[in-house]
């Protein structure tokens, strides 16, 4: 499956089959801002149930989709609808109905079936995932993204609120972002979007800088991945599944806030009645992030830091982004559900305030980055014969890259500074350097019949960096970047998916990872001198999971397990040939995770509603790949030298009264501890630090929520919420927790911040105004040690919304 | 909560005041993000000659774990529930006098915070002087009159010469740090580039610096280091500079190689004077072109020459092999850091130690009672006391431990043993 030429073809567009996408809906698409419940069934000639029936009223946003024993309830503001019932394979079903403010509305609708469906079918892919979703047996959280759209969110923060997930910023808009899930960070989680991996996103087009509004929900697998995300992910993966509407739809929205804050977002699409579809999306950030932080201040003249702190106001911190991603293509054509050509272009720049510490600051570094990304997504239901799907997706993506650093200044906080005699403020850099990277997705479901279906999923990722100006290089540590560094992954899975019966199903799955990697090594035999030349490697190894879940009156209970990988990067594999040797002989990290859940799903006396879901985790990690110096050996290297095991319990309870209030939160609690007995990968010098609860990992944290919602605000159909957001994250050491005095322990402050949000919706949701509050009262936050969040902020934001069905 | 900045914010009346106890919830309080305000410390102050205490700069994970000692000959410590907890990775102290060793950390990138650490009126660890910014890399380092002196060479200057920035952070004076630049293009007179290593201080207000001296670096060699090609292997230059950095003296001599030791970017020291004032100019010959062998000359106290009658040929002594670190012991004893295999790259390993008595031109290995060199996962700076040399070794097999090393027999025992990953430095401090 590899293809050599990789880098010579730069993109290589493998047709493979594929197969249907899947794709999961939130548990929790709830909350709907109307003023009337109007509920029914839905149900065949015959009178059996219909499930997973969309009823939605035309022209709006308000939708519902029938459970198992084909009920539906729907909030609609009150006044004269037309409320449509579709379903694959019956004809639509429509009914104009005057809806008096108040009360209960009960509505069936009896279908009947459509001997030419298939033109309806593309149309209600998206509803028949809620089935898969359900039905899933991985421990899978979807966060709704919809419900968001009148928020300033940016996908990050959004992600934030899911129960597992915490995310870690260095500062504001555009400061990096780190995702921690289930304790894992970094590497050994990935990140995708529609499937396809974000890796060479480049960090203009990033979890941070897009708004939620590209959004249709954000699924977290934790721990246990399906194949359809072929990739290394130990820790599991976070995929965003972006709006594809087949609608003709326009949405539009700006906001300005706090720290001089401006966000514009725009959504436009349309579909034709042949089938000719396409999409655009715009956005764009900006903020000046000059908000006040407490530190220390440097005394330019004497190089002294203050022992007193100081509230100083950030200076050299704006940051922007535009980003355009586009989509043109066909829906519902007999040789394609969907055939989608796509580009995303983006660009930021971004000032550089201060170094890993606070204290350090900077008035002149920045940094700016473009990406560009071409993409096809191709996909077919019953391709050739019934039952056979496939799925196809590629992208290539160039970024690039560029560092200043060319001040001959030294700043302090207050802006002070001081000449200096050589160039750069940290190290002068002029650097460029371009990331290319390049990923195909081929996946192929085949469903034997109602009770076993296979599937396989192929990913090929690669990637390549190099310096674009070797001579800006300057810093005497980087001139090793300018050799080339590529990597070839490839990832194959394979799966059974058993189906019982109605209440019981199982996948049983299993991946192979295969990897090229190649970078420079020092082929010098003379001390002082150095002399590269390229190197490949490649290496391979195997995974397998399980999965299953099984129904119970309101209840589902869940289990899996997955042996999962980490391959080693380029980086360990060969060190960076200046401070670190490679050690090729690595194998990779591997985890065997197990999830064990349990969800209750119930509506009490109608009014009432509640969903509890309840996950404990096991995670018991090896060969943890770690930097190790030995003298013996001269320097630095990697080395397989290391155990995790993280016991964690996720949970999560919402309430909903009618459509008139709801509550909800979720609390995480995990138990991460190096069980590695020895300090020495070769010796039996005991560790100071087994036992220890892993440093710099939030380990207790959680949020929680209500909404109320006032309806017919002055006049029908207007809407409006208020909302209120409390978020909670416990104490952690910065290191090893048992080290040092007490007294002395450097930490990461627990973290206690507000939110509050007032949204006014106007013509069943046409326009909209919004206020938002964020940390309220003004708490000092911090995600990494001594790097200070904003405090308070305020934003106001106008957003127009209008959606016109086909069909 | 604003405060305008005081500039002379030491309050020295103040911290002889306070106790130990006080200090403990301050350096909670620093080390808590986000803390409330806090008067500063500043120096120790007049030495109460109350006793001494011996500083280990002990370190685990991504932090440093400063402990005191009463003894580094026996008995044991631990960082667990001990120590004062630095957020940073401190590999080099700076010891000059007694009254504070001063941690300096190596950002590869950013600029490093940099500090030091004493003890008070009750023998307690405080922070003495300010926390100092470090905002050039440095390659080599040293103590020099009041000061601690780091240097990097090989520096774009805004004028575009290449030349090296000192830093001189004054002990005296909070840690005041002044930022000092040479232009080193044809510093010895033969167009070539010098790069600075070593600081040794002649106390007469100039300190020697070794030069390694090269063709200008060619910008993509990369691999570290601020050296180009060098086209006189057979020569050695040393230095001597005041802290204006003016250029008093440049001794030169052929008969060894450059003086420094070499590893990817840093110039190990390889000068130092023994008790009598004397200079030992020493050469690993690094360099593979040399034809000279690893050994030393000699500056007598004051002389602006290389001593011609002293002329001490190591490698001979040592079997072929070359060294790349020196440390004065006592006396004419010095200990040698010593390549473990006789071919030898930038990075290949050097864990075998030797003692040298310069005068009498012995060599005797360090091996009684000293960890085999393959068995040291690595090793502190050692610290030179009572005639002795204590040095941090850790082994894949046992916890850090202070072995005690008498230059006279080039015997080693085991002392002080630091539960910890691994220790830094040493130091006694008198309060």
């Known amino acids: 499956m590899i293809v050599g030429n990789f880098y010579v073809n730069r993109l290589v567009l493998l047709v493979l089959i594929s197969g249907l996408m899947w794709s999961f809906v939130p548990f929790s698409v709830r909350a709907q801002h109307t003023s009337v419940r109007l509920h029914g069934m839905v149900t065949t000639e015959e009178g059996a149930p219909l499930q997973d029936a969309s009823v939605y009223i035309e022209g709006s946003s308000f939708s519902a989709v029938t459970d198992a024993g084909g009920v539906f309830q729907l909030q609609v503001p009150g006044g004269r609808h037309r409320i449509v019932c579709t379903l694959v394979g019956y004809r639509q079903q429509a009914v104009s109905l005057a809806i008096q403010v108040g009360g209960d509305h009960k509505l069936d609708f009896v279908m009947v079936k459509d001997g030419n469906y298939h033109l309806q079918e593309v149309e209600v892919v998206g509803k028949s995932a809620i089935a898969e979703v359900r039905e899933s047996p991985f421990n899978v959280v979807a966060l709704d993204a919809k419900s968001l759209y009148n928020s300033t969110l940016d996908l990050g923060h959004m992600l934030d609120r899911a129960s597992g997930v915490k995310i870690r910023e260095t500062g504001g808009m555009g400061s990096s972002m780190s995702i921690s899930l289930n304790g894992f960070t970094g590497r050994h989680i990935k990140l995708f979007m529609d499937g396809v991996p974000m890796d060479g996103f480049g960090s203009a087009f990033q979890l941070n800088n897009i708004p939620v509004n590209v959004a249709d929900r954000i699924e977290v697998y934790k721990g246990v991945v399906p194949i359809e995300f072929g990739a290394d992910a130990m820790g599991g993966v976070i995929n965003i599944v972006t709006n594809q509407r087949a609608n003709t739809y326009l949405d539009a929205s700006y906001s300005y806030g706090s720290f001089n804050t401006h966000k514009t977002n725009i959504s436009v699409g349309h579909t034709t009645k042949g089938g000719f579809t396409f999409q655009l999306n715009a956005f764009q950030n900006y903020s000046d992030n000059d908000y006040k932080v407490r530190t220390s201040v440097l005394d330019v003249q004497t190089g002294n830091f203050s022992w007193e702190e100081y509230w100083v106001r950030r200076f050299n911190d704006a940051y922007h982004n535009e980003t355009v991603m586009a989509k043109v293509g066909f829906v519902n054509k007999p040789w394609a559900d969907r055939l989608l050509f796509g580009i995303t272009l983006g660009r930021e720049k971004a000032e550089i305030q201060h170094s890993n510490l606070m204290k350090i600051v900077f008035g002149m570094r920045e940094r700016s980055g473009t990406t560009v990304l071409p993409s096809l997504s191709y996909e077919k239901k019953n391709l050739f014969i019934a039952n056979l799907h496939v799925r196809v997706t590629a992208n290539y993506n160039r970024n690039y890259n560029h560092n200043i650093d060319t001040a001959a200044r030294q700043y302090n906080w207050f802006g002070e500074y001081r000449p200096t005699r050589y160039l750069g403020e940290s190290s002068y850099t002029l650097g460029k350097f371009y990331n290319d990277n390049a990923s195909t997705t081929a996946n192929v479901t085949y469903r034997f019949n109602e009770r076993h279906a296979l599937a396989f999923n192929n990913v090929i990722t690669g990637y390549e960096r190099k310096n674009a100006d070797r001579v800006a290089a300057t810093d005497i540590y980087s001139s090793i970047d300018t050799m080339r560094r590529a990597n070839i992954k490839n990832v194959l899975g394979a799966s059974y998916r058993y189906q019982h019966n109605k209440n019981w199903n199982t996948n049983l799955f299993g991946k192979y990872y295969y990897q090229r990697v190649t970078g420079p090594i020092d082929t010098s035999q003379v001390a002082g001198s150095t002399a590269y030349s390229e190197r490949t490697e490649s290496f391979s190894t195997t995974g397998y999971g399980l999965a299953s879940t099984y129904f119970f009156r309101d209840f589902q209970l869940k289990a899996s397990i997955e042996k999962a990988f980490r391959l080693p990067t380029d980086n360990e594999l060969f060190g960076d040939e200046v401070l670190e040797t490679g050690n090729t002989s690595l194998r990779a990290e591997h985890s065997i995770n197990y999830n064990v859940g349990a969800t209750w799903n119930s509506t009490l006396q109608n009014d009432h509603s509640v969903y509890v879901d309840v996950n404990g985790y096991y995670r018991d990690i090896k060969d943890y790949i770690q930097r190790l110096v030995e003298q013996r050996y001269g320097t630095a290297g990697y080395s397989n030298h290391g155990k995790v095991r993280n016991i964690g319990v996720d949970a999560e309870l919402r309430y909903y009264y009618k459509n008139r209030f709801m509550a909800g939160g979720n609390v995480t609690y995990q138990d991460m501890r190096n069980k590695e007995r020895y300090a020495s990968s070769t010796g039996d010098r005991l560790s100071v630090t087994y036992n220890n609860r892993m440093r710099n990992v939030p380990y207790f944290f959680g949020n929680a929520d209500a909404a109320y919602y006032i309806h017919d605000l002055w006049g029908a159909g207007n809407v409006l919420s208020l909302g209120y957001t409390f978020n909670f994250v416990g104490e952690f050491f910065l290191d090893w927790e048992s080290l040092g005095n007490q007294n002395t322990k450097a930490t990461l402050p627990r973290q206690v911040y507000h939110d509050f949000s007032m949204s006014y919706m106007l013509k069943n949701g046409r326009y909209n105004i919004a206020f938002e509050a964020r940390n309220f009262t003004d708490a000092m936050l911090y995600d990494n040690f001594s790097l200070q969040k904003p405090g308070r902020s305020f934003s106001l934001k106008l957003r127009y919304f209008l959606i016109k069905r086909n069909g | ?431």
């Not at chain 2, 990097?152 to 930022?179: C, E, P, R, W, Y």
């Not at chain 2, 390993?349 to 031109?361: C, E, L, N, R, T």
């Not at chain 2, 090793?379 to 005690?404: C, E, H, I, R």
């Open chain 2, 1 to 431: 909560m604003d405060k305008p900045l005081n500039k002379n914010n030491m309050n020295m009346e103040h911290v002889k005041t306070m106790n130990g106890s006080v200090w403990g919830i301050g350096l909670a309080l620093l080390a808590a993000v986000g803390c409330s305000k806090n008067d500063g410390p500043g120096p120790a102050g007049g030495n109460g000659g109350n006793g001494e205490r011996y500083f280990i700069a002990a370190t685990a994970g991504s932090s440093t774990y400063l402990l005191t000692a009463d003894d580094l000959e026996s008995g044991t410590a631990t960082i667990v529930g001990n120590g004062v907890e630095i957020p940073r990775t401190y590999s080099m102290w700076v010891n000059n006098g007694t009254k504070a060793s001063v941690g300096l950390i190596y950002a590869q990138g950013d600029p490093g915070i940099g500090i030091s650490y004493g003890l008070d009126a009750s023998g307690n660890l405080v922070p003495v002087g300010n926390e100092f910014q470090i905002t050039s890399r440095f390659t080599t380092y040293g103590a020099f009159d009041k000061y601690v002196v780091t240097s990097v060479s090989g520096q774009t200057l805004t004028d575009g010469k290449t030349g090296a920035v000192f830093n001189f952070i004054d002990l005296d004076n909070h840690n005041t740090m002044t930022q000092r630049d040479i232009v080193t293009e044809n510093f010895t007179g033969n167009g070539q580039l010098a790069t600075f290593s070593g600081i040794v201080d002649l106390g007469n207000g100039e300190f020697l610096t070794g030069l390694v001296v090269s063709e200008p670096k060619d910008p993509e060699a990369g691999g570290g280091g601020s050296t180009g090609p060098v086209t006189h292997p057979d020569s050695v230059w040393v230095a001597a500079l005041d802290a204006n950095l003016n250029v008093k003296r440049i001794y030169r001599d052929d008969r060894i190689s450059y003086a420094s030791g070499r590893m990817r970017s840093q110039y190990y020291s390889q000068i130092a004077s023994d008790d009598a004032g004397n200079v030992y100019v020493f050469s690993g010959s690094f360099e593979s072109s040399t034809t000279k062998p690893a050994g030393a000359l000699r500056i007598n106290k004051g002389a602006a020459d290389f001593d011609q009658s002293y002329y001490f040929n190591i490698e001979e002594m040592s079997g072929g092999y070359r060294f790349r670190k020196v440390w004065h012991i006592t006396e004419d004893y010095f200990l040698l850091e010593v390549y473990n295999d006789l071919e030898y790259g930038s990075t290949t390993a050097a864990s075998q130690y030797a003692v040298v008595k310069m005068q009498d031109k012995t060599f005797s290995w360090v091996r009684e009672g000293f960890p085999a060199k393959d068995e040291i996962s690595a090793t502190g700076l050692p610290f030179a006391d009572n005639g002795k040399m204590y040095f941090p070794v850790t082994t894949a097999s046992a916890q850090p431990t202070v072995y005690v090393i008498d230059p006279e027999t080039a015997t080693a025992k085991a002392g002080l043993v630091i539960q910890a990953e691994g220790v830094a430095a040493l130091s006694r401090f008198e309060y």
